[in-house]
């Protein structure tokens, strides 16, 4: 396998509630296993892949506010949350297998590796999966936004947001059983209908570094490697 593919770079962004599997919260054995089989299957396939973790599993920092601590405190616990998981997602990886690199922007001496982009792409480069933890680092700014910087970042060829729902639609498939999906749109069409894909950073920072992003349902088995291959789910682009 030629590894040197940048062409083959994938970004995956996966919430923490994700790791949490039917609780929301904490972190399900069984579902670090699947998602570590699954991302195995990407590498087989010849991709490198770095991943991005939320840690709304663990901690909300911006819940804390209402027992009186504040948004920047909040937010920097918060980022400690997303290395736990790494950490967690790191270890599954390995027991199959799978070399693995956890970077943190949090400097932690001992615990990960600082996060620089370029040790990133050479790690992708030699075959390891990266996980990206930590946030940018920075309060104030989502995971979803830190996805899409990394992913700008590292030259990934398409970032993957994993979510419960098959695709972004025109409005919430939960309430309206009318709902129409798109198969592809544009960033500014996710702007001009308002649609709550992400947080209006993390749109505004794709569209202008024309990172493409495909939206997919993570609960359905195989769907990373499918989302991929298949193109499941639904495509953002500035040509959509």
Known sequence: ???NKPNRRVLLKLSGEVLGGN??????????????????????????????LGGGNLFRGHSLSSIGIERVTGDQMGMLATVMNGLALCDAL??????????SSVFILGITDFY???TAIDD??????????GGTGNPYFTTDTNACLRGIEIKANIMLKATKVDGVYDKNPDKYPDAKKFDKISYNEILDRQLGVMDLTAICLSRDSNLNIRVFNLNKPNNILKA????????ISNSA
């Open 1 to 3: 396998m030629n590894k």
């Open 228 to 235: 991929l291959v298949y193109e499941e789910g639904t495509l």
């Open 23 to 52: 609780s929301k919260f904490g972190l399900d054995p069984s579902v670090l296993k699947r998602l570590a089989t699954e991302i195995q299957q990407v590498i087989n396939q010849g991709y490198q892949i770095a991943i991005v």
């Open 116 to 118: 620089n982009h370029h």
């Open 94 to 103: 390995k027991d199959i297998g799978v070399e693995t690199k956890v970077m």
């Open 124 to 133: 992708l480069n030699s075959g390891r999966v990266v996980i990206l933890t």
